[in-house]
């Protein structure tokens, strides 16, 4: 079965972007603050973010990387994106007011 598209002359399909700089504004912001949050995390819980999450890397080599077992990789995540969660939640309502 085929996936029809509109698409231009090369095959591709046509995307849909619009230049909006407030959108770009806010994502650049959203990032910011993603970055901030990552950096106010306790050690422990940024080095599994940053792996696990940004790198991509498997709980079982993060294990190997951080000398730790794999439970503690996901515990430590698990926890890391909470605190992260919480620290989002808190900016946007500061934000807001």
Same mark, same amino acid.
């Given at each position: 079965m085929a996936l029809e598209t509109?698409?231009?002359e090369a095959g591709l399909p046509e995307l849909a972007i619009e230049a909006?700089?407030?959108v770009d504004l806010a994502h650049r912001e959203g990032v910011e603050s993603l970055r =901030?949050?990552?950096q106010?995390?306790?050690?422990?819980?940024r080095e599994v973010v940053?792996?696990?999450d940004l790198e991509e890397v498997d709980y079982a080599d993060a294990a190997v990387a951080l000398a730790c077992p794999i439970?503690?990789?996901r515990s430590r995540l698990h926890r890391? =994106?909470?605190?992260l969660l919480e620290k989002l939640k808190q900016?946007?309502?500061r934000a807001e007011r």
């Amino acid at each position: 079965m085929a996936l029809e598209t509109d698409s231009d002359e090369a095959g591709l399909p046509e995307l849909a972007i619009e230049a909006d700089p407030l959108v770009d504004l806010a994502h650049r912001e959203g990032v910011e603050s993603l970055r =901030r949050a990552v950096q106010a995390l306790p050690r422990r819980y940024r080095e599994v973010v940053v792996l696990c999450d940004l790198e991509e890397v498997d709980y079982a080599d993060a294990a190997v990387a951080l000398a730790c077992p794999i439970g503690t990789v996901r515990s430590r995540l698990h926890r890391a =994106r909470s605190l992260l969660l919480e620290k989002l939640k808190q900016d946007r309502t500061r934000a807001e007011r």
